[in-house]
């Protein structure tokens, strides 16, 4: 199952329904909620933690936390 | 007489409640209690139409009211409790036009609370750039409120705010979110148990971790016929009011609120790729850091050498001017040093804040956050750390402050244990006369000497913070789940007015705040050093005459003949006095300077026999293997009240035991040692440079720290741990440069 924590440089995904409620209200108030889409914008060095575009919201996040969002990703890494 | 009308300014972090509020109040601001605090609660007063006036508080950022850090509460506990002395008649909820989505959620939330709320969408200047349209008019009416377009940075629409506050009795307080539809089973046996109290408000107190005082938890917890959820069912039905305040958000913002991507254009992106980037990211962090320190360094002296002087020369004023006696000496030796040791440092505190206070207002510390979090991990820090370690090289107090947005509980206790091993601007004035009087002038590659010591000082104190986080990361067994979250905001050029009024007050809050202190302890010192019970002190002058019959004058005072009459006899030449008018010349001036030196000398006889002399000799023994005579023992003492009475207690205590007023630069040049030796050299100024950079001393911070971590074990612990730790280090130090 791909997460957050999966995508690339420019990729985009949508995030899944979820049945379990892991997730820190917060990030759901940021806009983490199903439906919406989450793109990949920077890594910080030693790979964490990662900056996204949540749905308008600019956000750095670290990788554990990445992991429990599921998403399907929609689009391709565009030539870099 | 009607009451002011209490307002409240909330909103998601960063969307400009600060900037409305200064563009509100403007400087009618009340500061913190401790210099440098505002992060708090900022409250000020702003005139409305109609000779009405309003009392507006500026609170701390939140998304929402479910809170997950310490700074956030304080909101949720303010609109949870109607006996607060600022509860808000209205609730001002500022937005930003960019994220509108985003920060309705926690209008509606507010909303739902019954205060009548405004709606101001602010940062209208960016509507255009991003391609946004926005039927006010229409959204009105949906939101049921009133709305207020406003650009703080191009001043529009501030007095539509004022209008509208003033107005606040027509604005409506009907929730918007029905409750019950979260749960309709649960919700209904709330009621049922709870008549009285409104759903809302207990589904908060229920779910959130803040004491309120009003309802309280116990009798929710405690009421039998009430089985309570679980943690988990709790957070499930969050969820979904979550989503159904989203679902309504959605609904509006469809007819109302529209973007064209085409138009929107933005340097986020590009500046973004090279500010965090792996390798130019934290090269462009170094360079800022070092431009930052180059220029306290060379730009701050000019004002300070200048303030020197002219308290000097205020000094000697006073004594010229007003009739002899001791009220002319307590101003001119107590009061007016005294406060010249504070006044001293306003230019570069007023720079650090500037500084700091750039870095957040462009957006750029959210991007070392992000480069730095995986960094400070392995030290039991995280990225909002380094927020505080920076703004700790200004004052430890708002730093620690600051660290009310670390979520987690043991990266805060670390991260307030170690903030005070960053270099204070209160130690500032201490390196830098130190610096200036023993380490050499010169430079490599461009960096002068003295300003590569001060960043070295620097980085030591910042190197020493982050060893000590690793070894409490080891030693403290706290269990804690933290969920790290940084907003990026958009890079914006920094409001002039936000920055001015920041540099303005703090500076303020710092000199008064730190001023009281140093101003006591000159005027104790100066009873102290003027005073005297022993045989020596009401003696001094007919001992000292004697012993200069038997023994001469001291070292101290021949060079000080010497070196005048070398000066002199320079100049007189160089206009071409002839020889024997100059011999003669000059025997007058020995004359005079040689009396001059007498008095001198029974100055600061007396001043080793007063009260302080006494206390200091009985001292001495612990400060002298670090380099320092009881002078310098006396001003260390002292500086565990604070740090920055250091140079005006030397101050006071040096013009009590003079005869003339000089700088405290020249005056600390020319002290001696036993041995005739300067007594500030390599070593004693090295040694001392490293006790200040480890000390605790600064009651306003252990203050803070007891404040924050609710105990005094913590601030004890800072105390004992640094203080003994810098006595080594200086201990080690002198001894090996000796
Ligand atoms: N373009 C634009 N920028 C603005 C406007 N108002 C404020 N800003 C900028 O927005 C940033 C945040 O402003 P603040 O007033 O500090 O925001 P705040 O809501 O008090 O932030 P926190 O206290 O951190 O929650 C600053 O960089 C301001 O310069 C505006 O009307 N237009
Ligand atoms: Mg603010």
Known sequence: MATVADLR?????????????????KLLELGCLPGNSVELLQIAPLNDPIYINLSGSHLAIRRSLAELIELEIIEETQAK | MSKNINVALIGNPNTGKTSVFNQ??????????????TVEKKEGICKLPRGVKAHILDLPGTYSLNTTSLDESLVV???LNKNDKDYPDVAVVISDV????RNLLLFTQIKDLKIPTILVVNMADRMDRK?????VGAMEKKLDTKIALVSTRKNTGIDHIKELIADYKSISSKPILDPTRISPEYFDRL????PQEDLYKLWLVITQDVNFMPIEKKRIQDAT?????????????QHKETVLRYQLINNILKETYKVDFMAAKGLRASLDKILTHKVFGYLIFFVILLTIFQAIFDWSGYPMDFIDEQFAMAAEWVKNTLPPGVFTDLLAEGIIAGIGGIVIFIPQIAFLFLFISLLEESGYMSRVVFLMDRLMRPFGLSGKSVVPLISGNACAIPAIMATRTIENWKERLITILVTPFTTCSARLPVYLILIALVIPEGSVLGLSYQALTLMLLYLIGFGMALLSAMVLNKILKIKSRSVFMVEMPTYRLPLVKNVVYTVIEKTKSFVLGAGKIILAISIVLWFLGSNGYSEDFQDADRIVTERIENEGLSTYSKNYIQNNVASYRESAEAEGLAPNALQDSIEVLTQELSERAVAQEIASYKLEHSYIGQAGKAFEPLVKPLGYDWKIGIAVLTSFAAREVFVGTLATIYSVGSDEEETIKNRMAAELDDDGNPLFNLASGISLMLFYAFAMQCMSTLAIVKRETNSWKWPMLQLGFMSVFAYIIALIAYQILI
């Open chain 2, 225 to 237: 016929d009430f089985s309570t959820k679980s943690k988990d069912e709790l957070k499930k039905l």
């Open chain 2, 77 to 79: 506990e303010l609109l």
């Open chain 2, 24 to 37: 509100l109040t403007g400087l009618k601001q009340k500061v913190g209690n401790y210099p440098g605090i």
């Open chain 2, 98 to 101: 960019e994220n509108l989505k």
């Open chain 2, 191 to 194: 009621k049922k148990t709870f």
């Open chain 1, 9 to 25: 440089y420019g990729q985009k995904g949508i995030i899944k329904d979820f049945t379990e409620h892991i997730l820190p209200i």
């Open chain 2, 131 to 135: 391609g946004i349209s926005l039927d």
